[in-house]
């Protein structure tokens, strides 16, 4: 079968032809419906260096936000039918730490002796014509679009689990949200916020037409600039935003967000771009929290697939095939993509 694969350091992937795999015990083969390009992909082959914390040894076929229909089940696997659409749980931890019982695998406490860290990092991703994955890693998405779906699995899940953390910060009237970047994951996280709370959302980011899609969905959107912390603060009276949700993660974007708390707030900081900022308690306001999430739940992802039923979030994705795969990773680091980029192995 062809796929993309990841096969040296520092080095662009390849579209080749790999062994059509075959699920072993407890896991389960899926005819890949659709498989979102990530930024997260881009460090694995671009970025990382051997030997460093969080790289993944190659060789393995990209892709961690994965759906697709049953083709075959492995030995012991039961309550599956073939054909039935499921999307696809990333993180595969230990199985068996405090952690990997809650369905928390991003946090597994065996990282340092996994062999991998998820599906499409570490072991083969969802880039091909088919993906084996353990069982217990699918949800149902029913008659719901699996293609759309795809992305759902990190580019949803992600903020959900962020913003799920914070909904305490958010519950009453008069509640403000900040939104800070406005790609993939930022578009998601203005809809579930709308969904999930009565939260004045406001955005901000450097593309217009980024901003424009979130403020077609609700939100009061903020261009940077050197006035943009006080035309934040300026929406919300003064006091600030009681939630910020950070999906750049460089210093500048942190320090907005920071500078634009209210006394109390819960500030998250998702993206993983290694940006630092200081911390000073004259000018830092009372009681507020600064935290990072990686990724979510199993749990999370069951009710990411309820809401994308609901019809309450919907990805906004540009579909490739599967020819067409290291064109929407050269697209993607380019930043020449309107939506999530989705390799569509069935066109």
Same mark, same amino acid.
């Given at each position: 079968?062809? @796929?993309?694969? !990841?096969?040296?350091?520092q080095t662009s992937p390849s579209l080749t032809d790999v062994e059509k795999p075959a699920p072993g015990p407890g896991e389960v083969l899926l005819k890949v419906a659709g498989a979102g390009a990530c930024h997260s992909d881009v460090a694995v082959y671009r970025e990382f260096q051997e030997g460093? #914390?969080?790289?993944?040894?190659?060789? *393995?076929?990209?892709?961690?936000? =994965?759906?697709?229909?049953?083709?075959?089940?492995?030995?012991?696997?039961?309550?599956?039918?073939?054909?039935?659409?499921?999307?696809?749980?990333?993180?595969?931890?230990?199985?068996?730490?405090?952690?990997?019982? $809650?369905?928390?695998?991003?946090?597994? +406490? =065996?990282? @340092?002796?996994?062999?991998?860290?998820?599906?499409?990092?570490?072991?083969?991703?969802?880039?091909?014509?088919?993906?084996? %994955?353990?069982?217990?890693?699918? %949800?149902?998405?029913?008659?719901?679009?699996?293609?759309?779906?795809?992305?759902?699995?990190?580019?949803?899940?992600?903020?959900?689990?962020? /913003?799920?953390?914070?909904?305490?910060?958010? @519950?009453?009237?008069?509640?403000?949200?900040?939104?800070?970047?406005?790609?993939?994951?930022?578009?998601?996280?203005?809809? /579930?916020?709308?969904?999930?709370?009565?939260?004045?959302?406001?955005?901000?980011?450097?593309? +217009?037409?980024?901003?424009?899609?979130?403020?077609?969905?609700?939100?009061?959107?903020?261009?940077s600039g050197p006035d943009q912390v006080a035309r934040i603060r300026e929406i919300t009276g003064g006091t600030g935003v009681d939630a910020a949700f950070d999906f750049v993660g460089v210093t500048p974007t942190i320090q907005t967000a920071q500078a634009s708390m209210a006394v109390g707030g819960? !500030?998250?900081?998702?993206?993983? @771009?290694?940006?630092?900022?200081?911390?000073?308690? *004259?000018?830092? #306001?009372?009681?507020?929290? /600064?935290?990072?999430?990686?990724?979510?739940?199993?749990?999370?992802?069951?009710?990411?697939?309820?809401?994308?039923?609901?019809?309450?979030?919907?990805?906004?994705?540009?579909? !490739?095939?599967?020819?067409?795969?290291? +064109?929407?990773?050269? $697209?993607?680091?380019?930043?020449?993509?309107?939506?999530?980029? %989705?390799?569509?192995?069935?066109?």
């Open positions: 079968m062809r @796929a993309v694969v !990841f096969e040296q350091y460093q #914390p969080g790289a993944q040894r190659p060789a *393995f076929v990209l892709g961690h936000e =994965n759906s697709g229909w049953v083709e075959s089940v492995g030995e012991g696997v039961t309550g599956f039918t073939v054909g039935d659409a499921y999307l696809v749980y990333g993180p595969v931890g230990c199985g068996h730490c405090r952690y990997c019982s $809650k369905g928390q695998d991003t946090y597994c +406490e =065996n990282t @340092a002796t996994n062999p991998y860290a998820g599906i499409g990092l570490g072991r083969d991703g969802g880039m091909a014509e088919y993906v084996v %994955v353990p069982a217990r890693n699918l %949800v149902p998405l029913g008659d719901a679009d699996p293609i759309a779906a795809a992305p759902l699995s990190d580019a949803a899940l992600t903020p959900y689990h962020a /913003i799920k953390n914070a909904l305490p910060n958010l @519950a009453g009237g008069g509640k403000y949200a900040l939104v800070v970047g406005l790609g993939g994951l930022g578009q998601i996280a203005v809809q /579930i916020l709308t969904a999930l709370t009565g939260a004045t959302v406001i955005a901000t980011d450097t593309k +217009e037409d980024a901003m424009a899609r979130a403020a077609e969905r609700g939100a009061i959107t903020v261009p819960r !500030f998250t900081v998702v993206g993983i @771009a290694g940006g630092t900022t200081e911390w000073n308690f *004259f000018s830092t #306001p009372y009681e507020s929290t /600064i935290t990072n999430t990686y990724w979510g739940t199993i749990e999370d992802l069951h009710d990411v697939v309820a809401m994308y039923r609901a019809g309450q979030i919907e990805p906004d994705i540009e579909r !490739f095939a599967l020819a067409d795969a290291l +064109e929407a990773y050269r $697209k993607l680091e380019a930043g020449e993509l309107s939506g999530r980029a %989705v390799v569509v192995p069935t066109l």
